[in-house]
């Protein structure tokens, strides 16, 4: 049995599924807005605002976390 230890040998992912997040981004924002809405006619606005949210949200931190790994470390 081979030794599968996964951060210190992570699992080397290609450039075409930083694509995943996308999709992923959309299902949290579906699930989380349809438990917490009180308004079911402002439920895909509401969706579509968290959605790009957090894509926003996370390329801030992409850009943050490359700028820190360019010239800090």
Do not use: H
């Not at 079911?40 to 700028?67: C, D, K, M, N, T």
């Amino acid at each position: 049995m081979s030794d599968w230890r996964p951060f210190v040998n992570p699992i080397q992912m290609g450039r075409d599924s930083l694509w995943l997040v996308v999709p992923l981004c959309i299902v949290l924002a579906v699930v989380y807005k349809t438990i917490r809405i009180r308004n079911l006619r402002r439920l895909p606005l509401q969706i579509l605002s968290l959605w790009v949210y957090i894509l926003v949200g996370l390329a801030v931190l992409a850009f943050a976390f490359f700028l820190l790994l360019e010239y800090f470390a």
